[in-house]
């Protein structure tokens, strides 16, 4: 009997749920042209398309996803984002209404000229819908902490990413593309709910508390609606100002503290260059 694979990014979308994929149809809205990059298999096409009567035109890489959520657009085409050539593809087509990367850019080798390049595909009107997964998360520290960072097929830790955001990075990837986030929402899992949770369970309960005094430490993913600065709306931050920013919680030496009497020296510097990587500097 031959059974289909099922792609690891084809999932329902329970519209009563506070995840990226509800916040990203939630901001999109109702009845738009819509161009979605990174489709995938269709998981949140398909509800644009049904239960918000949008109007979907679709690029994605993988040929099978594309036979997958063809049903649902107008146009689904085949696309490498990591080309230069991709936008290409567009050409004399007008401009849209949304432009949606849901969990995208993290895959991409340059996610901030990609951002701008979506940027010039929306009308005078028009607005973008990002989501990003949270590199911030206690869970991902405790990888860090635990000198284990264990890759999986989906996830925060997803085999297939490789680029990583704090919320400074989110807000400085936006700001780099001249634009401005004029709604954003949060998805909130503790770590002991991830499937990160076996390296959680390993720290201290004293660590995992010293953690959680970062506000942020929940933040699993990040949802914006961004416009170019000159379009109407007000700016906001990511996160609220300092001195609530979670890099201030981190450069706190009581912070520190907390967490270097539990750790060898040995720990303490992986710990330094795993952050390092994700632009955090201690």
């Known amino acids: 009997m031959n059974i289909e694979k099922r792609n690891v990014y084809e999932y329902a979308v329970d519209l009563t749920g506070q995840t ?7 901001l999109v809205g109702h009845s738009k042209r819509v161009l979605e990059i990174g489709c995938g298999p269709g998981s949140i096409t398909k509800v644009l398309v049904q239960q918000g009567q949008c109007r979907v ?19 689904a085409m085949q696309a490498d984002l990591n080309s230069e050539e991709w936008p290409h593809l567009l ?3 007008e401009p849209f209404d949304v432009v949606v990367a849901a969990d995208v850019l993290e895959h991409l080798y340059d996610p901030w000229t990609t951002l701008k390049r979506m940027a ?9 819908v990002i989501s990003l997964p949270h ?4 869970a991902v520290v405790s990888c860090l902490i635990n000198s284990d960072f264990e890759y999986h097929d989906c996830g925060l830790l997803d085999r297939t990413h490789i680029r990583f955001f704090g919320l400074k990075n ?16 949060y998805v909130i899992t503790p770590p002991e709910e991830t499937d990160l949770a076996a390296h959680w369970s390993r720290l201290p ?22 416009v170019p600065l000159d379009y109407p ?14 890099r201030a919680h981190i450069a706190n030496p009581v912070w520190r503290t907390r967490i270097g009497q539990h750790l060898s020296p040995q720990h303490k510097q992986r710990i330094r260059k795993g952050l390092k990587l994700l632009g955090i500097n201690l």
């Open 170 to 185: 989110i807000q400085d990837l936006f700001a780099q593309a001249n634009l401005k986030i004029i709604e954003v929402r």
């Open 233 to 246: 709306g007000d700016a906001l931050s990511v996160a609220p100002p300092e001195p609530e920013l979670p």
């Open 57 to 75: 035109t679709a690029l994605e890489l993988d040929s099978d996803s594309i036979k997958k959520v063809e049903p649902y657009c107008e146009t």
């Open 120 to 128: 010039s595909l929306i009308g005078p009107n028009g607005y973008l």
């Open 91 to 93: 050409d004399g087509v």
């Open 205 to 226: 309960a004293k660590v995992q508390n010293a953690i959680k005094t970062s506000e942020y430490a929940n933040v699993y993913q990040v949802v914006v609606k961004a």
């Open 135 to 138: 590199a911030g998360h206690a």
């Open 20 to 26: 990226a994929p509800v916040y990203v149809i939630q």
